[in-house]
């Protein structure tokens, strides 16, 4: 099977090429490019950046050109996608074929409503559910398609029988390792037109670029052997100003990304808070026991397998510090199990107090469900209404149709499912209960809230414990949110999980 991918893809170069090649031909004969006008069922007033957006893709695709629609979470991606594929239809350009949305399984329903809303007279066919199968007969004859990556790869087969106008991968960043079978399904997919729709097209290094451009325009930017040798080692090892400056002719005019603070000035101010809180003394005891146990676990198992054959022991000592950081008990260990007090549980129930008496909307963010348990145990005790959403949720409309409806002060949602796919714009408050490594991951959580549609201005509370890992997080973040720009900037840094870095992050409390 990797043979015959392999091949595939070749043949997939090789029409990239010629394409580029007519392209360039086309482009010498100076043809003025006429705006296409926004289709009039489109049932919403496009901001001058969508309309900017929507013409781009008409742009891209009259040229058989491919790309990454990188704007800030919350600027309308999803919006100005639906008008492409409607104007697509209206001209009639779509020669009877559907389009396809590929999107995480949290947020296919959100891309469902948003169709109904903007682009009513589109026929939509979300495929989801274990009966799936048999409206796999009503592929052809709809407009837009909707599926889920896990989906796409258990339906990669059905999906190849067809041929589709459009496809759209929404949080393109799920096909970010380009061996993973999720981007090999998507890969394989027969498009006219391909659009990545990511706020953050690459969280880590440049590689994950790489594997998005291969969905894209395969053979653009070499082999991944190649792309390493003449781009990613060059760029993020040795800061190569003349290959970031030859990556961004490559691929530059093939990414839009606009920011909140570019273009939409009527958005209301976002203000960032970190609360630095100082562990309480039995925090700091168990804290250092913990620390002292795992530094020496760690160093044991490096010295017997080597650094990249110890990520588990790694990754395990720094979660139980971080957990510790929240709430003791959440180590399960007989110590902690004694503590009754945590200095930022107790410090959140102050904050929370003064917010709620201020009549704040908040929405209250973390990554482990048991703290958002401890928390929910709080508000019941002092009667606050709450709605929450973890991974565990099943019905996400009910919560959020409450929230949104102005009677309950206070959203839980856990890091991972509620980070994206939701739009909370009656909150006015975003409370980030614990650092994460990614500060991609951490901004759209807090543009659920800070996004169009938002009237209030909005305040972020970051609770940090004082001279622990999480101060460290701040400091990865800082570092790590430069990769974002790799392809706007002269400068990239590569974040990795070196020995400097591992003993910092375990270095004792201060």
């Known amino acids: 099977e990797a043979a015959a991918i392999a091949e595939e893809l070749q043949l997939d170069e090789s029409k990239t090429l010629a394409d580029l090649r ?55 991606k999803t919006l100005q996608a639906l008008t492409h594929i409607a ?28 169709a109904r809303k903007f682009a009513p007279s589109l026929k939509v066919l979300v495929l989801h559910g274990s009966e799936r199968q048999v409206d796999f007969k009503k592929i052809e ?20 029988r067809h041929s589709y106008h459009l496809a759209f991968l929404d949080e393109a960043q799920f096909i970010k390792n380009p061996k993973a079978k999720v981007s090999i399904a998507a890969c394989k997919l027969d498009a006219q037109h391909r659009v990545c729709l990511s706020g953050t097209p690459m969280e880590n290094h440049l590689g994950e670029l790489w594997s998005l451009t291969r969905f894209l325009m395969p053979g653009l930017l070499g082999t991944q052997d190649a792309f390493n040798k003449v781009f990613r080692t060059p760029i993020e090892r040795h800061r190569d100003g003349d290959a970031q400056r030859a990556l961004n002719a490559r691929v530059g005019n093939l990414i839009l990304r606009r920011t909140k603070d570019q273009v939409v000035l009527e958005l209301p101010a976002k203000t960032e808070i970190i609360h630095r809180i100082p562990l309480n003394k039995e925090q700091q005891e168990i804290y250092e026991s913990v620390r002292t146990a795992m530094d020496s676990k760690v160093r044991d198992a490096i010295a017997d397998k080597g650094l990249a054959r110890s990520q588990i022991i790694v990754l395990d000592a720094l979660l139980k510090l971080r957990q510790v950081c929240c709430h003791p008990q959440l180590i399960k260990t007989e110590i902690s199990k004694k503590a009754k007090h945590s200095a930022k549980l107790d410090f959140l129930v102050e904050l929370l107090a003064t917010l709620i008496e201020e009549g704040r909307r908040i929405l209250l963010f973390s990554q482990f469900t048991t703290m958002l348990a401890m928390i929910e145990d709080h508000l019941k005790k002092e009667k606050i209404k709450y709605v929450k959403i973890t991974g565990a949720t099943r019905d996400r409309k009910t919560p959020v149709e409450k929230f949104q409806e102005g009677k309950i002060p206070v959203f839980l949602i856990s890091l991972k499912a509620g980070g994206t796919g939701l739009n909370l714009t009656a909150a006015d408050t975003v409370i980030h209960y614990d650092p994460w490594w990614n500060p991609a991951a951490e901004n759209q959580a807090t543009d659920r809230a800070h996004r169009i549609g938002q009237v209030n201005p909005v305040f972020v509370h970051k609770l940090v414990s ?3 890992i999480e101060e460290r997080i701040l400091e990865l973040q800082a570092r790590k949110s430069k990769l974002v720009e790799a392809l706007l900037s002269q400068e990239t840094t590569k974040l990795k999980l070196d020995t400097s870095t591992l003993e910092n992050l375990l270095s004792p409390i201060g």
């Open 22 to 76: 007519a392209l360039g031909e086309q482009l010498k004969k100076k043809e003025p490019h006429v705006p296409v006008a926004i289709p009039s069922k489109i049932k919403a007033e496009l901001r001058d950046y969508q309309k900017d957006g929507f013409q781009w893709l008409q742009f891209l695709a009259r040229h058989h050109l491919h790309g990454i629609l990188a704007d800030d979470m919350g600027l309308g």
């Open 466 to 468: 004082e001279g622990s």
């Open 87 to 114: 104007a697509e239809i209206h001209e009639r350009r779509n020669d009877g074929k559907p389009s396809l949305v590929v999107a995480p399984t949290s947020v296919v329903p959100n891309w469902a409503a948003e």
């Open 141 to 160: 004859k709809s407009h837009l398609v909707i599926t889920s990556y896990a989906l796409l790869q258990r339906d990669q087969v059905e999906h190849r």
